[in-house]
C-alpha cells in the first residue's frame, strides 16, 4: 500500500475530525524502519514499570505485563490522532504517585487510591484541554512552589533507591557500574566532544539508558546479584482476567468519594509537571522547524491535553498504572528529531518516525524473546530511570526558582514533600509565600533576583562585625 504524499511546506496527510488528524500507517505516512527496530529494543525501558506494580500493589509479573501492553496500545493514540509525539511516562512525578499510594494498606484500598488518582487526574486534564485553561492554571502557582515540587520528587526518586530495604541494596554492584555509564552517556562534557567528532557516538548517545540496561544483563549475573536470562521463545502471555478481577473497577467496584478528595493535592503536583512535559515538547519540536521546512508539524497544547487525559481516564478504568499516562517521552523524542533533520531521505514525514517507534515497542511487549531477556533485570532498569529521572529533576527544580528566597521556600517544601506527602507540602508553601511575599504573594517580584554571574548570596563585611 502507497503512502499520500504531501506538498513541501504542508502537513503530512490526515483525516480530519474535530480537534483531531487522523493518521493511518502505511496511508498518511511511510513506515520508518529504523525507528520501528529501536522501538523493539527500547520496550525494555517501558517493562521496567512492571517492578513498580509488583512492589506497591503487588501484582503477579503477567498481570503487570498485562497493564504494560494495554499502555503500549494507548500509547499510539498519539500519533494517530495527530498529536506528533513520543508519549511516555509521568516519570517525574513517580515518587509523587509512590508516596501518595504508600499512605494506603496494600490491597483494595491501595488499588481505590491508584484509580482514584488516575482518573482525577485524566479528567482534570481533559477539561483544561477543552477550555485552553491549563497555562493559566500553572501560573497562579506559585515559582517556590513548582521549584520545591520537582525538586521534592526528584528527591523522592533517589531516596527510593538509596532507603533501607531498596534497589540499591539488592543491587549495588549492577546500579553502580550501570548508573554511572548512564550518566556518562547521557550527561557528560566529555562524551558530549566524543559526539561532535563522530557520528558514531551520537547514534549511541541517542539510545538513552538502553545500553546500561543491556550492560545490566551482564553485569547482574558476574556479580551473583540475579540469574542469567531464561530466553524463551514464542509470545508474551500477560494475564487480563486476574488483572481485571482483582485490580480494576470491575472486580472492586468504584473507589469511595473520600479517595477522590485525598488524591487532590497530589493530582495537582503531578499536573505541574505534566504540564513542564508539554513545555518542553513545543520546545523540542521547534528546533526542526527551520531546518524541515518541507513539512508543517502541528502541536496542539490543547488536543494533547484531550489524549494524555483520555489515555488516563481509560486506563484507570481498565489497568490502573502507577506509571500514569504522560504527554511525552524526552528522551526518545530527541533521538527522533534528530533522525528527522537529517532531511526527507532519512524521514519521509515525523509522523512516521514517532509511529514507527510505538509500533515497535508494542511488538517487543508480544516478543517473549525480548521480554524474558530483560526479567531478571527489571529492577535495575527501573533504578536506572528513577537515578536519571531524579537528577534531572533536581536540576530543573532549582531552576524554577527564580530568587534566593524562592530556593529556601522551595527547599522546605521538597523536604515536607518527601516526608508528608503533597497536600502537606502546598499547604507549607502557600503558607511560607503568604508570610515572606506577603502582597507579592505570586510574583515575589520584590525579593533579589538570580542573575548569571551569581546564584549566590554575598557574604557579609566582615567590617560590620568589627
Known amino acids: 500500500m502507497k503512502w499520500k504524499h504531501r506538498r513541501d511546506g ?63 496500545f494507548m500509547y499510539l493514540l498519539h500519533h494517530l490522532l495527530g498529536d506528533p509525539v513520543i508519549p511516555g511516562w509521568i516519570t517525574p512525578a513517580i515518587p509523587l504517585i ?35 485553561l491549563a497555562s493559566k492554571v500553572v501560573r497562579l502557582v506559585p515559582n517556590a512552589i513548582k521549584s520545591g515540587i520537582i525538586l521534592g520528587a526528584g528527591i523522592g526518586a533517589i531516596i527510593s533507591i538509596f532507603e533501607k530495604g531498596g534497589k540499591f541494596d539488592l543491587f549495588p554492584v549492577t546500579i553502580t557500574i550501570c548508573i554511572g555509564l548512564a550518566f556518562y552517556l547521557i550527561f557528560s562534557k566529555h562524551f558530549e566532544g566524543l559526539k561532535q567528532r563522530n557520528k558514531a557516538w551520537v547514534f549511541f548517545g541517542n539510545l538513552g539508558i538502553l545500553p546500561a540496561i543491556l550492560l545490566a544483563v551482564l553485569v547482574a549475573p558476574l556479580a551473583g546479584e540475579a540469574k542469567w536470562p531464561d530466553i524463551q521463545w514464542g509470545f508474551s502471555q500477560p494475564d487480563f482476567a486476574t488483572l481485571w478481577s482483582d485490580y480494576t473497577v470491575f472486580g472492586l467496584g468504584i473507589p469511595p468519594v473520600a479517595f477522590f478528595v485525598t488524591a487532590l493535592p497530589a493530582v495537582l503536583a503531578t499536573y505541574l509537571v505534566v504540564f513542564g512535559d508539554v513545555l518542553k515538547t513545543k520546545a523540542l519540536l521547534s ?26 481516564v481509560i486506563m484507570s478504568i481498565i489497568g490502573p498504572d502507577i506509571t500514569m499516562c504522560g504527554p511525552l517521552w524526552a528522551a526518545m523524542q530527541v533521538v527522533v528529531i534528530e533522525r528527522f533533520k537529517g532531511g526527507k531521505k532519512a524521514m519521509n514525514s515525523f509522523f512516521g518516525g514517532i509511529g514507527s517507534f510505538r509500533w515497535g515497542t508494542n511488538t517487543g511487549l508480544l516478543l517473549l524473546p525480548i521480554v524474558s531477556l530483560v526479567q531478571p533485570i527489571l529492577d535495575v532498569a527501573l533504578a536506572l530511570t528513577l537515578l536519571v529521572q531524579g537528577y534531572v529533576s533536581v536540576r530543573i527544580g532549582v531552576m524554577q526558582s527564580r530568587s534566593q528566597r524562592d530556593l529556601g521556600i522551595a527547599g522546605i517544601v521538597a ?25 507579592d504573594f505570586l510574583s515575589g517580584e520584590d525579593d533579589q533576583l538570580f542573575t548569571n554571574s551569581s546564584n549566590e548570596e554575598k557574604e557579609p563585611d566582615k567590617k560590620e562585625f568589627g
Not at 17 to 25: D, E, Q, S
Open 98 to 132: 509512590i508516596l501518595f499510594v504508600k499512605q494506603f494498606p496494600e490491597g483494595p484500598e491501595r488499588v481505590y487510591a491508584l484509580i482514584a488518582f488516575q482518573l482525577t487526574l485524566g479528567l482534570l486534564s481533559i477539561f483544561l484541554g477543552m477550555t485552553g
Open 287 to 312: 528546533e526542526s522547524d527551520d531546518v524541515r521546512t518541507d513539512e508543517k508539524v502541528d502541536y496542539n497544547p490543547n488536543r494533547a491535553h484531550l489524549i494524555f487525559g483520555g489515555r488516563n
Open 10 to 72: 504542508e502537513e503530512a496527510p490526515y483525516i480530519p475530525a474535530g480537534p483531531f488528524k487522523i493518521r493511518i500507517p502505511f496511508v498518511h505516512y511511510r513506515f520508518e524502519w529504523p525507528d520501528y527496530v529501536q522501538g523493539l529494543l527500547m520496550c525494555a525501558v517501558d517493562l521496567g514499570g512492571i517492578t513498580l506494580l509488583a512492589d506497591y500493589l503487588g501484582m503477579p509479573f503477567e498481570v503487570a505485563l498485562a497493564i504494560m501492553i494495554l499502555n503500549g
Open 415 to 439: 523536604a515536607v514533600l518527601v516526608i508528608k506527602g503533597a497536600g502537606m507540602a502546598f499547604a507549607v508553601g502557600v503558607l511560607l509565600c503568604f508570610l515572606l511575599y506577603g502582597k
